[in-house]
């Protein structure tokens, strides 16, 4: 139960290695409360559950997939629940992001679009219909800048994130009045593992600073956030842009970017890149 | 949307009053998987009263009061008459309630389930105390008359069990006699926290009510409140109220403006330390200021109040420099003196001081009071768990050693756990899995 200062006790992520999830959940969670991790790699949920567990904060995992029959995202919500309480914040942090050019085939287009959309949209589903239940709680969806504009390269993830945000944002709708709430977070290019190795467009951001704007804004009434909030207008501007337009400052971006790209330590980005390996190894 | 007094809490529930016997006895059956929790005036300050997705039995429908019965010195009341109607209905037979509450518009429903306590917690103890029996709807058994000698550990559950051992629907109260509508108060201004103190522990003993309000600095006031020896024993109107806006930011916890309020209120000491009073102005100092959240701004007012024993006066300090430093000095900072607890397992008074702070909602009160809480445990105090919008959930049962005990209880006559608030699941209150964990950790 979120508490008189806007506090909530236990937070439900799904896609338990989402590190702007993450991030979010630790900002919402700082000192105390349950976090609740769901996702597929065991391995890398307990090794999270145990860097995040503190003194006061609890952390637990439980088996979460998007590709899995919508009947397993519902028994997911109710066995969370059931363990610990009302769910005050559930983030939805499922997604992977794979330039267009690395879809081989049609097959592979399916898949994506089942991790990016078909699933997460009936986590939203899912959760809406619990939260609804319980009088209570914010679903908070990650979506993404590319929802307002696509890009060519990110074509599929785009569109995924386009139905995604206006499906969230029609579910949101639906929840007035119900004390439940939907909030949709658009982050621009976020430096993180899934981002590794990918040119740096302007205003990239961290992930805690996307977890911070969201801290900020979730006590209020806000369905949509930019993270950075100058997003907003700017990408207004951008989708009002003609398409002949947008094309060109798309391509000059592209080619412009690699000269100033990753300005992190060598370290960094060699540790990310291995990670982004392990993400696209096939399951 | 049901929320609390102090504006910080709400959540949607369907709100029924039931008004005759039927109704009651479909209510139970009527309560989905989120539950219900009965609700009386609506004047706790955080969720204690509301049931997010389920149902709240609001009891105001129960207002029926019984003559006065002068040889035992008893009245029997539906749970939904407020305080202040019955103080007036009992005034012009020479009866009052032994113990009042803050605000006249809490019912006695509501005064039984938080075991609220008066200016004279010293003299009469809570209110619980001098409830004679009361008629108690459980899930488990339906119908069950309580007393302290009759079904005792589920009346003392019941009392100060925040409408999670069932729902009261009347009670028989006992009454002292009454002098006259009319007190006499003196206040007394102290320069240090100390001698606020030392001079109000000695006023509690001497007189019928008294009460310190301090400032964030420690310095204070203390009124000694003493009933007349004449005068009419039939109440005056009701107090006028005056209208309230919703103040912008923090509010009259902004501290300069706070500041100036204190002064403002040091000053009027000055210049007129004696009053002769209705008995109602006294007591419901707040009623005056039905908008008093709302001048805590559009966030509203967290109010934090807290009981440690006598020599854990440090904890008092500690509260009020705390949060001086943290830039977040209280708007108003009440002092109280405790005598005797009651053997009820949730009873917040206990042998020691109260203090209770106003806060301007704000998240970064979180941190603050937060380590409050703990300095409080460490002491062997508590906070009002009826007052709580934000308490830690791991801390209360260090603060009410009686938890188990009451868990116990409520477990028998609730075993579904139909009886729920956003109070209970917040603080976990009926939650048996954390007594499990301790038990295990335990062995």
Known sequence: MRDGLGRPQTVLLLGGTSEIGQAIAEQLLPQSGTLILAGRDPAALAETAERLTKARRQVATLHYDALAPAAATVDLLAVAAARHGDLDVVILGVGTLTEETALADTSAVEKTMHTNLLGPMLAVHATAARLRAQGHGTLVVLSSVAAVRTRDGLLS???????????????????????ARVLVVRPGHVRTRMTAGLPEPPFTTEAHEVAARVGRVLSGRARVVYAPALLGPVMTALRLLPAAVYRRLDAAQRRGAPLEQDQRPTADRHRAAASLADERRPR | MIGGWGRVTGSPATVVTPDCDEDWAELLGAAGPRGLIPRGGGRSYGDAAQNAG????????????GDVDAAAATVEVGAGVTIGDLLRYLAPGGWTLPVVPGTAAVTVGGAIAADVHGKNHERHGAFGRHVAAMTVLTPAYGTVEMSPTVNADEFWATVGGLGLTGIIRRATLR??????????????????????????HAASVSSDHAVAWVDPLGAGVITRATTARLGALTPGRAARTRATPTLPGRGIAWPPLAAAANAARRTAVVLRPRHLRPLSELHFPLDSLPGWPRLHGRRGLVQHQFAVPFGAEHVLAYALQAAREAGHPPSLVVVKVFGEANPAPLSFPGPGWSLAMDFAADPALGPLLDRLDERIAAAGGRVYLVKDSRAHPDLIAAMYPGLARWRAVRALLDPDGLLVSDLARRLRLADQRIDDQIGASHA
């Open chain 2, 54 to 65: 389920g149902l709240v039995v609001s009891t105001m429908a129960e207002a029926s009061i």
């Open chain 1, 157 to 179: 993830y785009g569109v995924a994130k386009a139905a995604l945000d206006l499906y969230a944002r029609g579910i949101g709708e639906s929840l007035r009045g119900s004390g």
């Open chain 2, 175 to 200: 009454l002292i006699p009454l002098a006259s509508w009319w007190v006499s108060t003196v206040d007394e201004q102290q320069p240090r926290l100390h001698r606020v103190l030392d001079r109000l």
